[in-house]
T-cell receptor
Framework: GESVGLHLPTLSVQEGDNSIINCAYS??????FIWYKQESGKGPQFIID?????DKRQGQRVTVLLNKTVKHLSLQIAATQPGDSAVYFC?????????????FGSGTKLNVKP | EAQVTQNPRYLITVTGKKLTVTCSQN?????MSWYRQDPGLGLRQIYY???????DKGDVPEGYKVSRKEKRNFPLILESPSPNQTSLYFC?????????????FGPGTRLTVT
């Protein structure tokens, strides 16, 4: 989940298990939410997104759930693999005719044990 | 290959010495953005541009300048760098200035200011 400070929260899972990564967002006016994966030494990579008028979206092995009532976003990864080990960030995109801003969570490190 | 490129990838400089980090994308994207990433804080948006000659402040613009004279390029300028600007910087782009477009990130520039 979210973290303030220097240490990333870490989620350790066994290979083949399901992973759930949580994120609390701050702006109820945000239109669009995105999950990114960042591997060591690389830039963030898009995983899945969801619009504010949806509560669930599924991709290949990943599902994003959005609960606007409590401003909570989660990423579920099915059958987690060693290649899923990375830092995962949620982001919210706040858009109007005058601006288009992104706000990122502080990240969760996913550690997949073989 | 569709990509966002940044140069340099690594830079060590001294306080007060002006520097520019270049960013270029070959996808004809309208929207470009700069982020900085610090341990435990996720990514924070510095500046963004919704189109040529249109730039706007993100969350942490102090000490930075940008320009968008051409669609493909979005350089980040530090007129007088200070040690608190030591960070990992990412440039990103997406197709449109509206919401719901996937954002593509560059490989990052690690800047150290002594």
């Amino acid at each position: 989940g979210e973290s303030v400070g220097l240490h990333l929260p870490t989620l350790s899972v066994q290979e083949g298990d399901n992973s759930i990564i949580n994120c609390a967002y701050s702006n109820s006016a945000s239109d669009y939410f995105i999950w990114y994966k960042q591997e060591s030494g690389k830039g963030p990579q898009f995983i899945i997104d969801i619009r504010s008028n949806m509560d669930k979206r599924q991709g290949q092995r990943v599902t994003v759930l959005l609960n606007k009532t409590v401003k909570h976003l989660s990423l579920q990864i099915a059958a987690t693999q060693p290649g899923d080990s990375a830092v995962y960030f949620c982001a919210e995109n706040w858009v109007s005719s005058d601006f288009n801003k992104f706000y990122f969570g502080s990240g969760t490190k996913l550690n997949v044990k073989p | 290959e569709a990509q966002v490129t940044q140069n340099p990838r690594y830079l060590i400089t001294v306080t007060g010495k002006k520097l520019t980090v270049t960013c270029s994308q070959n996808m004809n994207h309208e929207y470009m953005s700069w982020y900085r990433q610090d341990p435990g804080l996720g990514l924070r948006q510095i500046y963004y541009s919704m189109n040529v000659e249109v730039t706007d402040k993100g969350d942490v613009p102090e000490g930075y300048k940008v320009s968008r004279k051409e669609k493909r390029n979005f350089p980040l300028i530090l007129e007088s760098p200070s040690p608190n600007q030591t960070s990992l910087y990412f440039c990103a782009s997406k197709k449109g200035a509206g919401a719901f477009y996937e954002q593509y990130f560059g490989p990052g520039t690690r800047l150290t200011v002594t």
